[in-house]
């Protein structure tokens, strides 16, 4: 008996639609259908990555001599390489690899960049000044060039090209924080929050950093992208993972000798590389489309 | 009435850097040398062209920005000298509203966040208690408790400009500093809010420093008003004196550029002040407005007015009137 009346007066309340700025990026998200592509591709690569032990037909390191530069066939899909070893199995073991070193790499440098960023933009003057000149330094390398010789200091195999990729990335990430919370931290709300005798740690936690941290997200992705195609570059140089470990730049390396000859080693992981590659761009530009505040109509 | 506030010879400079080295090159005097005080309860005006230094007073008070010079007094404290934890505790019950509705409330918080936020800085009640006296100020304000699930950029202006106005109230402060409360919303919603500022202040038996540039606006709600130029108070007195008989020729310039509702009525065009505000950094000597003044005397040019009682609470800084006591 009471439930009607119950429904009724509830029903205000349900209607009242909440419009998180979170939602609201996530509702013009929604509309981008290249942006959904690009999330779906992700998402597949992701998908292998995860269940790549299931889903190889063959042990990617198991070496059938006989069949050696198979062709793509019903029984090898993408061929075998110059050991006979399956490169399907070898591209989704691959997958797991690079999309790890890729993903830990560009959460290292976003830990270690915002925390930088965070710090020289609100703080300011020396402190500022110090970090600011060690960015610019960082970067006027060249990318590779600086994960090269990190790599060469500290050693050749997968995890020190990783490390390597994260510090590369580490200015890019404080710059676009620093530049962030510079503009965030003048804020008429910021000074509110001072004027309520908001101690300085709360106004970073509560008000600067989730105001900053929406550019972050959409570098990030992209940062994944880029880092992915380092990782492969590092490794096609052999300073990245070694036998027998592999991604699929160190696939590239291994069949750049027979590249003429059995293109199929070459083309496959080149072409997971490219998926993935933009996969991340596709949604990386969905994401800075749905989050900029000045896209917003 | 009792002094709430008392401020003396206050003063803000602001370096000016240049060149190579970053050298400083000049101030910029924003408040230069004023001194007033507010008394418990009322509603002090304070008005003046913008770069006055209206709004620097107010922020100086609230210890946002350090003084160069001088003392403000709050309840037998001094402002200027107190510590880190103690600027905390004064901002418990010193709170600001902000002019801009828009930029003064976080995007990303809820109506409710907001709200909460300055019990939770400084420890008040739990968080049921907390949530009850959030609820019971957005009613207090004129808006529903439905409001509070909501983000800021679902108000309309005067909804954002009451939001606002519950922030400060929230740690029951006893003094108010209202920066230019009401000039970014539109005439209408204008006198609502200011109907509102008046209630809460008889229901919190609250003390308001009212800044603005509005005339008018200023004359509906304040008490006595002062009146700023260039960093310094020129004439600070009764609202109802100051508006009916002003002493100091650059309110005098000010009351006449009032536009009045009566088409019927021709404006004093002549009075309209001519020239613009100089630069506070490099300010004239003597007298601050002597540039713009009509009644512009020799020693206007040389010798700084001090700001003088002229008659019983009627402060003046004007050569004018020092002469006439003289005689």
């Known amino acids: 008996m009471s439930q009607p009346a119950q429904a009724k007066v509830n029903q205000p309340m349900k209607k009242e639609k909440v419009s998180s700025p979170w939602r609201d990026a996530w509702r013009s998200f929604k509309k981008n259908k290249i942006a959904l592509v690009g999330t779906f591709i992700v998402i597949f690569f992701i998908f292998i990555a995860i269940f790549a032990p299931l889903l190889m037909p063959y042990e990617p390191n198991e070496q059938i001599l006989l069949d050696r530069f198979e062709a793509p066939s019903s029984t090898h899909w993408f061929g075998t390489d110059d050991f006979g070893r399956d490169i399907l199995s070898r591209v989704i073991m691959g997958a797991r690899i690079s999309l790890m070193v890729g993903f830990t790499a560009v959460i290292g440098s976003i830990i270690v960049g915002s925390l930088l960023g965070v710090v020289a933009g609100f703080y300011g003057r020396w ?116 036998s027998p470990d592999l991604d699929w730049g160190k696939m590239l390396d291994d069949s750049r000798a027979y590249f003429v000859q059995a293109p199929w080693t070459m083309i496959f992981p080149g072409l997971a590389i490219m998926l993935t590659v933009l996969g991340f761009n596709l949604m990386g530009d969905g994401l800075r489309d749905a989050m900029d505040p000045k896209m917003k109509q | 009435m009792s002094t709430l506030v008392e401020v003396k010879n206050l003063k803000k400079y602001f370096p000016i850097t240049g060149g190579v080295l970053d050298r400083k090159i000049g101030d910029i005097k924003a408040v230069d040398n004023i001194s007033f005080t507010i008394r418990k309860g009322e509603t002090l005006g304070l008005v003046g062209e913008s770069g006055s230094g209206k709004s620097t007073t107010g922020r100086l008070l609230l210890r946002l920005l350090e003084a160069t010079d001088g003392s403000i007094t709050f309840e037998e404290k001094e402002v200027t000298k107190l510590s880190t934890k103690e600027v905390k505790a004064l901002r418990e019950d010193m709170q600001l509203i902000f002019q801009d509705p828009f930029a003064s409330l976080n995007p990303r918080h809820t109506v409710e966040k907001i709200l909460e936020e300055p019990l939770i800085v400084h420890k008040k009640g739990t968080k049921e208690e907390r949530k ?74 609250l003390t308001y420093l009212f800044i603005a540039h509005d005339l008018s606006v200023v004359r509906q709600i304040s008490d006595r008003v002062g009146v700023m130029y260039l960093g310094t108070l020129v004439e600070l007195t009764d609202a109802e004196k100051l508006y009916e008989k002003p002493l100091h020729p650059y309110t005098e310039a000010l009351l006449s550029a009032v536009p009045i509702p009566d088409p019927e009525v021709k404006s004093q065009s002549e009075d309209v002040l001519g020239g613009e505000i ?33 008659e019983p609470g009627h402060y003046v800084a004007c050569h004018l009137y020092e002469e006439d006591m003289q005689h």
């Open chain 2, 132 to 205: 009850k006296m959030v609820r019971k100020m957005i009613e207090v304000v004129g808006l529903d408790s439905y409001h509070l699930k909501r983000y800021p950029h679902q108000f309309s202006g005067g909804q954002r400009q009451r939001i606002g106005i519950a922030r400060a109230l929230m740690t029951q402060p006893k003094l108010i500093i209202a920066d230019e409360p009401v000039s970014a919303l539109d005439v209408s919603i204008q006198s609502q809010v200011l109907n509102l500022l008046k209630d809460l202040q008889e229901e919190f038996k």
């Open chain 2, 278 to 310: 100089p630069s506070p950094s490099n300010p004239p000597k003597g007298c601050v407005f002597h540039t713009r003044c009509k009644a512009c005397m020799e020693i206007c040019k040389k010798v700084r007015p001090e700001f003088k009682e002229m």
């Open chain 1, 127 to 242: 402190i500022d000044t110090i970090i600011s000149r060690i960015f610019d330094i960082m970067l006027a390398f060249p990318s590779i060039l600086l994960a090269i010789a990190i790599v060469a200091i500290l050693g050749p195999d997968l995890q020190n090209a990783l490390i390597a990729i994260a510090i590369v990335n580490v200015p890019l990430f404080g710059r676009l924080i620093r530049s962030k919370v510079l503009s965030v931290k003048e804020e008429e709300y910021i000074t509110a929050a001072r004027a309520i005798g908001m101690s300085n740690f709360r106004i970073l936690t509560h008000h600067i950093i989730p105001n900053s941290i929406s550019p972050v997200i959409v570098q990030g992705t992209l940062a994944i992208a880029t880092a992915i195609i380092e990782v492969a570059a590092l490794s096609f140089l052999g300073l990245g993972a070694q």
